[in-house]
């Protein structure tokens, strides 16, 4: 992967942060709006610049992929997004919201109402039924009609018949699952999902990739994959790609594989393919500076 950002680099594609959507778009309502993004780390003497100057724009009902090698700044991206962690510089509005001037307990509001999170591990509790696990979020938000609200969002990601089950009794891609329904049964703004199929086989990986496909078609939840493998970003609208904390491309997918229609290819072969379909000028500017 790293030789194919070299070839980017190489043939004239400049760190430029900026996306200039279709005109269909811009008439759309944009979800995530991240202006200059910089963080920076410091360790005693040492300073570490995670991002550096990253703008992104997000709209309604999308389904993209934040893509990058190792160390690009893909972790930090997804914790800023997520209202997990505040930028050293820079604007971000999530719904409209400037969450840079957020205190800790307001931010853990936007959290819980805003933001649906799918990870990598599932992070379930292992004594807790499927239902009760997706009742949490509403709990904590003082939600009423918890339980209905929680079966409802299990019966969409096709585990009505599983709600009293608990962790250890379902296989991995139900419990991915049990996480989907977790994450949008507080209808949030965005739902992001840190490697959702990392963990699972090639079927159940498949079958989750349905799920999120059907969430976006249908309900039009703005869902942010961010994840190393060129396949799974190859089911989303548009990728993202990061190194060295910058943008260096944002591409426009025109036709994203349909979840188990596709065998699975070498990975160079899956990213080099998304460039040779995507090819084209890039767009300019799409905040002022």
Same mark, same amino acid.
């Given at each position: 992967m790293n030789s194919l950002f070299r070839h980017l680099v190489a043939k004239g594609e400049k760190p430029n942060p900026q996306y200039i959507a279709s005109e269909r778009r811009l008439r759309d309502r944009p979800i995530i709006d991240a202006r200059h993004?910089?963080?920076?780390?410091?360790?005693?003497?040492v300073e570490v610049v995670a991002l550096c100057d990253v703008s992104l724009v997000v709209y309604e009902g999308e389904f993209i992929s934040i893509m990058g090698p190792s160390g690009s700044g893909k972790s930090t991206m997804l914790h800023i997004l997520g209202a997990l962690d505040q930028p050293t510089s820079g604007e971000y509005y999530l719904d409209g919201i400037d969450l840079a001037k957020l205190k800790d307990r307001e931010l853990a509001a936007i959290r819980n109402r805003k933001i649906g999170f799918v990870f990598?591990?599932?992070?379930?509790?292992p004594r807790t039924s499927a239902l009760r696990q997706v009742e949490l979020p509403l709990i904590y938000a003082g939600a009423a009609d918890r339980t209905r609200r929680a079966r409802e969002a299990l019966e969409a990601v096709g585990l009505g018949d599983r709600v009293y089950h608990r962790p250890n009794e379902l296989s991995g891609g139900e419990q991915q699952r049990v996480a989907i329904a977790r994450a949008i049964?507080?209808?949030?703004?965005?739902?992001?999902?840190?490697? +959702?199929?990392?963990?699972?086989? !090639?079927?159940?990986?498949?079958?989750?990739?349905? =799920?999120?496909?059907?969430?976006n078609r249908e309900r039009g939840i703005t869902t942010i994959f961010v994840?190393?493998?060129?396949?799974?970003?190859?089911?989303?609208?548009?990728?993202?790609?990061?190194?060295?904390?910058? =943008?260096?491309?944002?591409? =426009?997918? +025109?036709? +994203?594989?349909?979840?188990?229609?596709? %065998?699975? +290819? !070498?990975? %160079?072969?899956?990213?080099?393919?998304?460039?040779?379909?995507?090819?084209?000028?890039? !767009?300019?500017?799409?905040?002022?500076?």
């Open positions: 993004l910089t963080k920076v780390y410091r360790m005693e003497a990598q591990n599932f992070n379930l509790l049964v507080t209808n949030p703004a965005i739902v992001l999902a840190d490697e +959702p199929t990392g963990n699972l086989d !090639s079927r159940s990986g498949i079958e989750v990739l349905k =799920i999120f496909q059907k969430m994840t190393h493998d060129t396949f799974v970003a190859r089911h989303t609208n548009r990728i993202v790609m990061l190194r060295d904390g910058q =943008i260096v491309a944002d591409r =426009i997918v +025109p036709n +994203p594989y349909k979840a188990g229609s596709v %065998d699975r +290819p !070498s990975q %160079d072969a899956a990213l080099q393919a998304i460039f040779n379909l995507t090819a084209g000028p890039r !767009s300019a500017k799409a905040h002022p500076a």
